[in-house]
């Protein structure tokens, strides 16, 4: 059984930077990990997106200057590196695996497993 657990999330000052993390355990054909998020009353958005095996990554055009994804294959997590954090970046922030469609397009409903989501609070 496939599970994606994730953890870094924390309150922080705008300005501020933090990494989040995602590790799988289980057996995962997917060769495609990304990061959403979802803030309260509004919908799941895709963060940024990553190839396992050659390192491609895809990112909302919105983030890409802030935001970095990365993979630790040996590890089996994958990483969110977030800096200059502002307070519409407070959200819940969810790893997922993609069980078909592009990697590139941050589709939600393209990823068929989901971690329990780590919460990001950036205070003014």
């Known amino acids: 059984q496939v599970q994606l657990v994730e953890s870094g999330g924390e309150s922080v000052q705008t300005g501020g930077s933090l990494r989040l993390s995602c590790v799988v355990s289980g057996y995962l054909r997917s060769n495609c990990m990304g990061w959403f998020r979802q803030a309260p009353g509004k919908e799941r958005e895709g963060v940024a997106s990553?190839?396992?095996?050659?390192?491609?990554?895809n990112y909302a055009e919105s983030l890409k200057d802030r935001f970095t994804i990365s993979r630790d294959t040996a590890k089996r997590t994958t990483y969110l590196e977030m800096n200059a954090l502002k307070p519409e970046d407070t959200a819940i922030y969810y790893c997922?695996?993609?069980?078909?469609?592009?990697?590139?397009?941050?589709?939600?409903?393209?990823?068929?497993?989901w971690g329990q989501g780590t919460q990001v609070t950036v205070s003014s």
């Open positions: 990553i190839y396992l095996q050659q390192g491609f990554t």
């Open positions: 997922a695996a993609l069980e078909k469609g592009s990697c590139g397009q941050l589709d939600p409903a393209d990823f068929i497993y």
